[in-house]
């Protein structure tokens, strides 16, 4: 799932702590320019001011790269072995974590090796630097405070942003991911459960849905999310292959779907616009939204999505909608449910069958079970 990062660092409390660092550089620019203006012509006033204010860009980045190395955030072990976790099948790739570790440790260690070389280092750079300079007997005074003034500063600003801002949207992506798969997982366990254990699942899933909503909600547009929802599905289905992997990936996709319904309280007009473009995605994002209105007035839909569902998942998602809609239905919508379901379990359709050996065949067990107590 991507995510503005923009919009999320804008809204981080501990960026405050940034300012400190940045008014400190912004501070040193006016003695730069006065030093470059001291002492020289207009032109070579600007040469000394292009290769002061370079050196000085160059010596902060330098000291946030070294920041950025120091400050970057280490993964928590996993806790997904815990009671009711589901199994792991993957974790986040560390790659920049570990590379960054070997060269902090390098860097620490030639530092502390070396340390009585630094003096003759910084002053050989400002003796390389200060040709560029008209060559006054403090120039090389100046390179050297230059170059210390900015790579203190590039340093706390790499690591204090590292720190602060980019641990903190690792954990919201880590923490909105969580919530994803947890919410997944429970769609999936619901239907093999007794009734009691299932209304506490229930009553979880639906406090993790409340948590999502509010960290997706503060992200972007409910609109572009479920663009974004749609294009994932579509692109989960394209790129990986069956499997419990990918019906779990998918499955999260349809949890953030459902957890944004309800700060939106979509029409069945809407809902009925994008299950009507067509695409795969489009379909899912429907349902998704459908599940949580539990409206009668699109029953149509759910007919719709299983008898010509485009896919296994697809029909389970609408055997799911059907359920929540059964007590909004009226006796003929029923009527026409019910046979729809015998049919498709039957294989008396063109379309996808519910067979016995396929995870739709419980769900539509109980469904019809429903539907034979309302008739």
Do not use: F, Y
């Given at each position: 799932m991507q995510l503005p990062i923009r919009t999320m660092i804008d809204q981080l409390t501990p960026t405050r702590t940034l300012r400190l660092p940045i008014w400190?550089?912004?501070?040193?620019?006016?003695?730069?320019?006065?030093?470059?203006?001291?002492?020289?012509?207009?032109?070579?006033a600007l040469q000394r001011l292009a290769l002061t204010l370079m050196l000085?860009?160059?010596?902060l980045l330098c000291g946030g790269l070294v920041g950025f190395l120091f400050g970057f955030p280490r993964a928590r072990p996993s806790e997904s072995h815990g009671e009711g976790a589901g199994p792991q099948r993957y974790r986040a790739?560390?790659?920049?974590?570990?590379?960054?570790d070997?060269?902090?440790?390098?860097?620490?260690?030639v530092g502390l090796v070396q340390i009585n070389k630094l003096g003759g280092l910084a002053h050989a750079i400002a003796a390389q630097s200060v040709q560029g300079f008209a060559g006054g007997p403090g120039d090389i005074v100046f390179v050297v405070a230059l170059l210390a003034y900015y790579l203190i500063c590039g340093f706390l600003l790499g690591f204090l942003a590292t720190r602060l801002v980019l641990a903190t949207v690792f954990e919201a992506v880590d923490d909105s991911q969580e919530l994803s798969e947890k919410i997944a997982l429970y769609d999936r366990i619901e239907d093999q459960l007794r009734p009691e254990e299932r209304a506490e699942v229930m009553n979880r899933r639906r406090h993790a849905e409340s948590r999502l909503a509010s960290m997706l909600s503060s992200r972007d547009s409910p609109r572009g999310e479920l663009d974004r929802s749609a294009r994932e599905y579509e692109s989960l289905r394209r790129l990986l292959p069956t499997g419990s992997e990918r019906t779990m990936k998918m499955s999260e996709v349809v949890a953030r779907v459902r957890s944004l319904a309800g700060s939106m309280n979509p029409s069945v007009e809407s809902v009925k616009r994008i299950f009507g473009k067509g695409g795969d995605g489009d379909r899912v994002v429907a349902l998704a939204?459908?599940?949580?209105?539990?409206?009668g007035e699109a029953a149509d839909i759910v007919e719709?999505?299983?008898?010509?569902?485009?896919s296994s998942f697809e029909q389970y998602l609408a055997l799911r909608v059907a359920r929540q809609l059964v007590d909004s239905l009226d006796t003929l919508q029923r009527q026409?449910?019910?046979?729809?379901?015998?049919?498709?379990?039957?294989?008396?359709?063109?379309?996808?069958?519910?067979?016995?050996?396929?995870?739709?065949?419980?769900?539509s067990e109980r469904l019809l079970e429903r539907l034979a107590r309302g008739n």
């Open positions: 400190i550089s912004c501070a040193g620019v006016p003695i730069l320019v006065l030093h470059a203006m001291l002492g020289a012509d207009w032109p070579g000085a860009g160059a010596t790739n560390t790659n920049l974590e570990e590379v960054s070997w060269l902090s440790k390098i860097l620490l260690g939204l459908l599940e949580s209105l539990g409206s719709q999505a299983l008898e010509q569902s485009r026409r449910l019910l046979d729809l379901l015998q049919r498709l379990r039957e294989g008396r359709t063109q379309g996808v069958a519910i067979t016995p050996d396929s995870d739709r065949w419980e769900p």
